[in-house]
Structure formats: C-alpha cells, structure tokens
C-alpha cells in the first residue's frame, strides 16, 4: 500500500502542478490521502514511542512546507501537518477517560483546522480517527459520510473525494488483496522523505519548464 500511496499522491500533483486539465489525474490522487490515514493509525497503534513518533511527523511537517508552498499551494499548511494533528489528538484521545472531553477536543480540533489552512482541514481528521475507531462495515458507512459531508461543503468541487471511498471499500470486502499489498514494504528513509522530495523535485520542474 505504500507504493500505491506514493504513486497515487504523485499523479495527483503531477495533474496540479502540470495538466489541471487532466481530471482523470486527480480522480487517480483520491487514493493516496485514505491510505496515508491507515498507514497513520496503523503507526500510532505499533509504534514503540509515541512520543519520537510524534517528533518524526513534526519534523517532517516542518521539512515539507517550504516544498508544499512552492509546489502546490503558498498559503496552506502541508498534508504531514494535518496527519500530526491527527496523531497528536489520537495520543490525547488515549488519556481520556471522559466521552465528553473526548468529543470537545475533537470538536475544537477540528474547529481549529478548518479556521487554519490544513489541507484537508476537518475532514483529514475525522477520516483517520475513523480508521482508528471503527471497522468493517460500519468503517465504511461513517467513510461515505464523512465524503457527503464534504460533498455538502465544498459543492461540486467536491465531488472527486468520494472516489477516496476506493480503498475502505477494498480494506472492507478484500481483506486478502490489502494485506498482500500491505506487505510491499519501501525502505523507511524512502517512505518518509517521499513526501517534501517529491514536492522539491515538482517545484523545481515547473521552474524549470513553467
């Protein structure tokens, strides 16, 4: 799933940055962000220190802006900012014991990440504790909500995030395909440098032939 991941995001800054044109590009990209919030929870779930885990994410998000802001966007905050604060609000969630402190600081998180410029902003969280709380079916319903949601939101320009649904549906009824995927592992330096050298490498293409 890595690989798939990495390639799927490409593609879809490729079709930013390049051939806004071409929608069946970032139709492609609407896989990478539902499998980079598995990936997060899966991370959460194993990792032997939350704390370096929370470290790595918050380097590699300051590490990526500057790319971020000359690839695709000079006024938003990058996606590995989003997956910390996803991270960052999974950890708080694990020391509550209350429901209700649970629900306000997702609410206010979520708050926070729709009045700053977080890609995928409010969504982007709620879509990766949904991979940490739920599964199976009911995974896939509280999925296609969250994409109605948006739909609701952003209006028709949100209609190519319901094709995020592709790999839920595929984690739900192919099990046996995802785990094989699963299983493709990249060297960790290539998964967690990808991100801002991929961007580097797309801003200093268009520089180049723009």
């Given at each position: 799933?890595?690989?798939?991941?990495?390639?799927?995001?490409?593609?879809?800054?490729i079709g930013?940055?390049?051939m806004e044109?071409?929608?069946?590009?970032?139709?492609?990209?609407?896989?990478?962000?539902?499998?980079?919030?598995?990936?997060?929870?899966?991370?959460?779930?194993?990792?032997?220190?939350?704390?370096?885990?929370?470290?790595?994410?918050?380097?590699?998000?300051?590490?990526?802006?500057?790319?971020?802001?000359?690839?695709?966007?000079?006024?938003?905050?990058?996606?590995?900012?989003?997956?910390?604060?996803?991270?960052?609000?999974?950890?708080?969630?694990?020391?509550?014991?209350?429901?209700?402190?649970?629900?306000?600081?997702?609410?206010?998180?979520?708050?926070?990440?729709?009045?700053?410029?977080?890609?995928?902003?409010?969504?982007?969280?709620?879509?990766?504790?949904?991979?940490?709380?739920?599964?199976?079916?009911?995974?896939?319903?509280?999925?296609?909500?969250?994409?109605?949601?948006?739909?609701?939101?952003?209006?028709?320009?949100?209609?190519?995030?319901?094709?995020?649904?592709?790999?839920?549906?595929?984690?739900?009824?192919?099990?046996?395909?995802?785990?094989?995927?699963?299983?493709?592992?990249?060297?960790?330096?290539?998964?967690?440098?990808?991100?801002?050298?991929?961007?580097?490498?797309?801003?200093?293409?268009?520089?180049?032939?723009?």
């Open positions: 799933m890595q690989l798939i991941a990495m390639l799927t995001m490409l593609v879809d800054h930013i940055v390049f044109d071409q929608l069946w590009l970032r139709m492609i990209g609407r896989a990478a962000f539902p499998i980079y919030a598995y990936a997060l929870v899966q991370g959460h779930r194993y990792t032997k220190s939350p704390t370096r885990y929370l470290i790595r994410l918050f380097a590699l998000a300051l590490l990526s802006q500057v790319p971020y802001q000359l690839a695709l966007d000079p006024e938003g905050l990058n996606v590995v900012a989003t997956l910390l604060m996803a991270a960052v609000v999974m950890k708080a969630l694990d020391g509550m014991a209350s429901d209700w402190a649970k629900v306000g600081t997702v609410v206010a998180v979520c708050a926070v990440m729709e009045l700053f410029p977080f890609d995928y902003g409010a969504y982007g969280l709620l879509l990766v504790l949904s991979f940490r709380y739920f599964a199976s079916e009911r995974l896939l319903f509280i999925h296609l909500l969250l994409n109605l949601f948006y739909l609701l939101l952003h209006g028709l320009g949100g209609m190519l995030q319901m094709l995020g649904i592709i790999p839920t549906l595929l984690l739900v009824y192919g099990p046996a395909v995802w785990k094989r995927l699963e299983g493709i592992r990249v060297r960790k330096w290539v998964w967690r440098s990808f991100y801002p050298l991929h961007l580097l490498a797309l801003a200093a293409a268009e520089w180049a032939f723009g």
